[in-house]
Protein backbone atom coordinates (compact mmCIF):
# COMPACT_ATOMS: atom_id res chain seq x y z
CA UNK A 1 0.00 0.00 0.00
CA UNK A 2 3.18 2.63 -0.56
CA UNK A 3 1.16 3.74 -3.06
CA UNK A 4 -2.16 4.59 -1.90
CA UNK A 5 -2.62 7.90 -0.08
CA UNK A 6 -2.83 7.97 3.36
CA UNK A 7 -6.17 10.11 3.37
CA UNK A 8 -7.66 6.44 1.33
CA UNK A 9 -5.60 4.59 3.76
CA UNK A 10 -7.88 6.39 6.74
CA UNK A 11 -11.13 5.48 4.61
CA UNK A 12 -10.31 1.67 3.96
CA UNK A 13 -9.19 1.30 7.85
CA UNK A 14 -12.75 3.19 8.74
CA UNK A 15 -14.65 0.72 7.04
CA UNK A 16 -12.85 -1.96 8.32
CA UNK A 17 -13.92 -1.16 11.77
CA UNK A 18 -17.66 -0.55 10.82
CA UNK A 19 -17.33 -4.27 9.58
CA UNK A 20 -15.66 -5.61 12.59
CA UNK A 21 -17.99 -4.00 14.95
CA UNK A 22 -21.30 -3.93 13.85
CA UNK A 23 -22.21 -7.61 14.12
CA UNK A 24 -19.34 -8.89 17.04
CA UNK A 25 -20.28 -6.37 19.58
CA UNK A 26 -24.13 -6.89 19.49
CA UNK A 27 -23.38 -10.68 19.23
CA UNK A 28 -21.16 -10.34 22.59
CA UNK A 29 -23.90 -8.57 24.29
CA UNK A 30 -26.46 -11.05 23.08
CA UNK A 31 -24.72 -13.99 24.69
CA UNK A 32 -24.17 -12.05 27.38
CA UNK A 33 -27.68 -11.14 28.28
CA UNK A 34 -28.75 -14.60 27.65
CA UNK A 35 -26.37 -15.93 30.01
CA UNK A 36 -27.04 -13.62 33.32
CA UNK A 37 -30.55 -14.23 32.48
CA UNK A 38 -30.27 -17.94 33.23
CA UNK A 39 -28.36 -18.40 35.82
CA UNK A 40 -28.18 -22.19 35.69
CA UNK A 41 -26.95 -21.97 32.04
CA UNK A 42 -24.00 -19.47 33.00
CA UNK A 43 -23.04 -22.00 36.17
CA UNK A 44 -22.87 -24.56 33.34
CA UNK A 45 -20.94 -22.12 30.86
CA UNK A 46 -18.75 -20.73 33.79
CA UNK A 47 -17.61 -24.76 34.52
CA UNK A 48 -16.58 -24.99 31.25
CA UNK A 49 -14.61 -22.08 30.93
CA UNK A 50 -12.82 -22.76 34.21
CA UNK A 51 -11.60 -26.33 32.91
CA UNK A 52 -10.31 -24.66 30.02
CA UNK A 53 -8.17 -21.72 32.42
CA UNK A 54 -4.42 -22.11 34.01
CA UNK A 55 -3.56 -20.41 36.96
CA UNK A 56 0.48 -19.52 37.75
CA UNK A 57 1.63 -16.66 40.21
CA UNK A 58 4.07 -14.29 38.47
CA UNK A 59 7.35 -13.16 40.27
CA UNK A 60 5.74 -9.90 41.53
CA UNK A 61 3.12 -11.77 43.38
CA UNK A 62 0.20 -11.23 40.94
CA UNK A 63 -2.11 -13.96 39.72
CA UNK A 64 -2.40 -14.80 36.46
CA UNK A 65 -5.23 -16.84 35.09
CA UNK A 66 -4.73 -18.17 31.25
CA UNK A 67 -8.19 -19.04 29.13
CA UNK A 68 -6.81 -20.90 25.90
CA UNK A 69 -9.11 -20.31 22.57
CA UNK A 70 -8.35 -22.89 20.74
CA UNK A 71 -9.95 -24.97 23.56
CA UNK A 72 -13.43 -23.07 23.64
CA UNK A 73 -13.71 -21.79 19.65
CA UNK A 74 -15.84 -23.78 17.09
CA UNK A 75 -14.80 -25.37 14.15
CA UNK A 76 -16.87 -24.58 11.03
CA UNK A 77 -18.10 -27.26 8.94
CA UNK A 78 -16.42 -27.86 5.33
CA UNK A 79 -18.00 -26.40 2.33
CA UNK A 80 -21.19 -27.81 1.25
CA UNK A 81 -22.06 -27.45 -3.11
CA UNK A 82 -25.38 -27.34 -4.08
CA UNK A 83 -26.62 -28.41 -7.26
CA UNK A 84 -27.95 -26.28 -9.85
CA UNK A 85 -31.71 -26.27 -9.65
CA UNK A 86 -32.33 -27.07 -6.33
CA UNK A 87 -35.46 -25.33 -4.77
CA UNK A 88 -35.15 -23.27 -1.94
CA UNK A 89 -36.97 -24.45 1.41
CA UNK A 90 -40.50 -23.20 2.22
CA UNK A 91 -39.25 -22.49 5.54
CA UNK A 92 -36.29 -21.43 7.42
CA UNK A 93 -36.39 -23.89 10.29
CA UNK A 94 -36.98 -26.95 10.72
CA UNK A 95 -38.11 -27.31 14.41
CA UNK A 96 -41.69 -27.28 15.87
CA UNK A 97 -40.27 -25.60 19.12
CA UNK A 98 -38.08 -22.31 17.27
CA UNK A 99 -40.11 -19.88 20.08
CA UNK A 100 -38.85 -21.81 22.35
CA UNK A 101 -35.15 -20.87 24.23
CA UNK A 102 -33.16 -24.15 24.14
CA UNK A 103 -29.10 -23.00 24.59
CA UNK A 104 -27.70 -26.02 23.67
CA UNK A 105 -29.77 -26.06 20.07
CA UNK A 106 -26.91 -26.24 17.99
CA UNK A 107 -24.16 -28.02 20.37
CA UNK A 108 -22.43 -31.18 18.79
CA UNK A 109 -24.19 -33.70 21.09
CA UNK A 110 -27.67 -32.78 20.16
CA UNK A 111 -27.20 -35.23 16.97
CA UNK A 112 -31.02 -36.20 16.71
CA UNK A 113 -32.54 -33.18 17.12
CA UNK A 114 -29.58 -30.57 15.92
CA UNK A 115 -30.70 -27.90 12.94
CA UNK A 116 -28.43 -28.49 9.59
CA UNK A 117 -25.06 -26.53 10.46
CA UNK A 118 -26.45 -24.80 6.87
CA UNK A 119 -28.90 -23.14 8.56
CA UNK A 120 -26.89 -20.95 10.56
CA UNK A 121 -26.44 -18.28 7.97
CA UNK A 122 -24.74 -14.77 9.84
CA UNK A 123 -21.70 -15.23 8.14
CA UNK A 124 -22.91 -15.76 4.73
CA UNK A 125 -22.53 -18.42 2.41
CA UNK A 126 -20.45 -18.71 -0.89
CA UNK A 127 -18.82 -16.13 -2.69
CA UNK A 128 -20.14 -13.98 -0.06
CA UNK A 129 -18.96 -15.58 2.78
CA UNK A 130 -17.45 -13.89 5.32
CA UNK A 131 -13.54 -13.64 5.36
CA UNK A 132 -13.10 -12.53 8.61
CA UNK A 133 -15.69 -15.48 10.84
CA UNK A 134 -12.84 -16.76 12.57
CA UNK A 135 -11.28 -13.92 14.28
CA UNK A 136 -14.89 -12.71 14.83
CA UNK A 137 -16.06 -15.74 16.21
CA UNK A 138 -12.58 -15.92 18.53
CA UNK A 139 -13.14 -12.12 19.36
CA UNK A 140 -16.69 -12.33 21.04
CA UNK A 141 -15.70 -15.88 22.65
CA UNK A 142 -13.15 -14.53 24.06
CA UNK A 143 -14.83 -11.59 25.71
CA UNK A 144 -17.98 -13.24 26.86
CA UNK A 145 -15.42 -15.83 28.21
CA UNK A 146 -13.78 -13.56 30.54
CA UNK A 147 -16.41 -11.43 31.54
CA UNK A 148 -18.80 -14.27 32.70
CA UNK A 149 -15.72 -15.72 34.80
CA UNK A 150 -14.27 -12.76 36.04
CA UNK A 151 -17.55 -10.38 36.56
CA UNK A 152 -21.36 -10.59 38.37
CA UNK A 153 -23.54 -8.99 36.45
CA UNK A 154 -27.81 -8.38 37.60
CA UNK A 155 -30.33 -6.11 35.69
CA UNK A 156 -30.79 -3.08 37.93
CA UNK A 157 -34.74 -3.00 36.69
CA UNK A 158 -34.58 -6.05 38.03
CA UNK A 159 -36.50 -8.74 36.05
CA UNK A 160 -35.62 -10.78 32.67
CA UNK A 161 -37.23 -9.17 29.66
CA UNK A 162 -35.46 -9.01 26.44
CA UNK A 163 -35.27 -5.57 25.06
CA UNK A 164 -36.91 -5.18 21.39
CA UNK A 165 -35.12 -4.63 18.37
CA UNK A 166 -37.42 -3.12 15.91
CA UNK A 167 -35.22 -0.32 15.42
CA UNK A 168 -32.16 -2.66 14.13
CA UNK A 169 -30.26 -0.86 11.55
CA UNK A 170 -31.09 -2.49 7.80
CA UNK A 171 -27.40 -3.54 7.59
CA UNK A 172 -26.84 -5.70 10.55
CA UNK A 173 -27.02 -9.37 10.53
CA UNK A 174 -27.13 -9.61 14.44
CA UNK A 175 -30.14 -7.43 15.26
CA UNK A 176 -29.68 -4.53 18.14
CA UNK A 177 -31.55 -3.62 21.15
CA UNK A 178 -33.36 -0.52 20.62
CA UNK A 179 -32.91 1.01 24.25
CA UNK A 180 -29.77 0.57 26.92
CA UNK A 181 -29.99 -2.41 29.02
CA UNK A 182 -29.18 -0.82 32.90
CA UNK A 183 -27.13 -3.23 34.50
CA UNK A 184 -24.69 -3.96 37.83
CA UNK A 185 -20.96 -5.40 36.86
CA UNK A 186 -19.38 -6.78 40.22
CA UNK A 187 -16.00 -8.55 40.08
CA UNK A 188 -16.64 -11.86 41.49
CA UNK A 189 -15.48 -12.66 45.10
CA UNK A 190 -12.26 -14.12 44.95
CA UNK A 191 -10.89 -12.44 41.74
CA UNK A 192 -10.59 -9.05 42.57
CA UNK A 193 -6.53 -8.94 42.55
CA UNK A 194 -6.21 -11.86 39.55
CA UNK A 195 -4.62 -10.55 35.74
CA UNK A 196 -6.28 -12.30 32.70
CA UNK A 197 -4.38 -13.17 29.69
CA UNK A 198 -5.87 -14.84 26.52
CA UNK A 199 -3.95 -17.36 24.45
CA UNK A 200 -4.41 -17.87 20.89
CA UNK A 201 -1.58 -20.98 21.16
CA UNK A 202 0.54 -22.17 23.54
CA UNK A 203 3.02 -19.48 22.37
CA UNK A 204 1.49 -16.30 22.13
CA UNK A 205 -0.48 -14.58 24.46
CA UNK A 206 -3.41 -13.03 22.29
CA UNK A 207 -4.69 -10.64 25.18
CA UNK A 208 -3.56 -9.74 28.58
CA UNK A 209 -5.47 -7.53 31.22
Not at 14 to 20: D, F, K, L, P, R
Not at 193 to 197: G, K, L
Given at each position: MDNVPL???ARYE???????LVNTAPAAFWTLLILYSHPGLLDDVRKEVDACTTTTTTET???VRALDINVLKESFPSALLVPGGTPPPLHGHNRPNIEDFEP??????EKQNRPRDVCFRAFGGGKTLCPGRHFATNEVLAVVAVFIV?????????GGRMPTTVNTNVTSVVMEPDDDVQVEIKTRAGFE?????INLDELEILLRW
Open positions: EDIVGGSIAIGTTRRFLPERFDMKSVEGDVEWA
